[in-house]
């Protein structure tokens, strides 16, 4: 894609998100501890086994699938069950999504894959990441779909940040939620099916899947599309994260400060349990969100598995279908992991 196009096209949409984040960072009182001091946040997480521990018991899923409805040569479930881990917003205290299924004798031994939406999607989860759901069932490879924490239909207020905020705890909270209630819809999809079970994870959803490669073992593959590992980055560098990035300078907090909170949710510092070939990443070579050097360190970092980059910007590379189709090619080459 010509540069000039890609970066006009993420230019525009950081300048929504920049609106939003402003607008959503403006009354903090619906966070509860919004006010805490980032000098409160510990120096450590603990591991992060711990930290993303699975629960106990453990929700099954299947239980919470809604009846088919047949899509052509697939079909569709919708799934809602109650969060491992509780918020103080009974909305967001609900894990919802979707599940697309192809049709044949065949089709518990076809790859499955966890689909993981980029930040701030609301109607393009419907409008773009179920159509791809959709799609890729088509193609002969299963696909979930999960509403991450404060997105779709979890957000308490539409207009407002929930996820990303200058409350270090809270949004720690909402990582380890994302992660842990993805690990379970994980183990449900590992126990339906017979074939190979990885996970997709774009931009946000990038991250947590790269979290989810170093602490999930039951786990075949993992494809990371333009990954926002470096939040420490993010925050200082993203323009619309100037508001949190705003807060905590009020706060007296400095950069070094930003990098030390930061650093516990850096997926660089942890190693995948996975073997680098069953590793895609995807890279957005004029990507205006992220920054390509900070997929590469993460590429470094994890032994160099597989890696694409496209011409794209990191709006444009979500429409070219020659990445789905090396996204789906990837996927169909794997097989379950022995013993795993």
Request: charged share 25%; aromatic share 10%.
């Amino acid at each position: 894609m010509n540069p000039k196009v890609a970066h006009l096209m993420d230019r525009a949409v950081i300048r929504f998100a920049t609106n939003m984040m402003r607008d959503g960072h403006s009354d903090h009182e619906d966070h509860p501890g919004q006010k805490d001091l980032w000098q409160a946040y510990p120096r450590t997480l603990g591991s992060w086994e711990t930290l993303f521990a699975l629960p106990e018991p453990m929700t099954d899923v299947e239980q919470h699938l809604s009846r088919p409805l047949w899509l052509g040569p697939a079909t569709h479930r919708s799934f809602h069950f109650p969060s491992p881990v509780t918020t103080p917003w009974e909305i967001n205290n609900r894990v919802g999504g979707d599940y697309f299924e192809g049709h044949g004798a065949d089709a518990r031994q076809r790859p499955t894959v966890l689909l993981l939406h980029g930040w701030n999607t609301n109607i393009a989860y419907y409008l773009n990441y179920c159509r791809t759901g959709h799609r890729l069932a088509r193609r002969g490879i299963n696909c979930c779909l999960m509403h991450l924490p404060y997105h779709v239909d979890r957000k308490p207020n539409r207009w407002k940040e929930y996820f990303l905020t200058e409350n270090i705890a809270h949004t720690v909270q909402a990582v380890q939620q994302a992660v842990i209630e993805a690990r379970v819809v994980l183990r449900w999809l590992r126990k339906r099916q017979s074939g190979p079970v990885g996970i997709w994870g774009i931009s946000l959803g990038g991250w947590i899947a790269s979290i989810i490669a170093c602490v999930e073992r039951e786990l075949d593959f993992a494809v990371l599309m333009t990954p926002a590992v470096r939040l420490d980055r993010q925050v200082w560098e993203l323009e619309f994260l100037s508001a949190m990035k705003k807060s905590l300078l009020a706060q007296g907090a400095t950069r070094e400060d930003v990098i030390r909170i930061a650093e516990p949710l850096l997926p660089k510092l942890h190693k995948p349990l996975l073997d680098r070939e069953r590793i895609l990443i995807v890279e957005a070579l004029y990507d205006q969100f992220l920054g390509p050097d900070t997929i590469d360190e993460l590429w470094q970092a994890w032994d160099k598995p597989p890696i694409e980059r496209y011409q794209h910007g990191h709006i444009s590379i979500l429409m070219d279908n020659k990445v789905l189709r090396r996204a789906t090619d990837f996927m169909r080459s794997m097989s379950r992991r022995p013993g795993a």
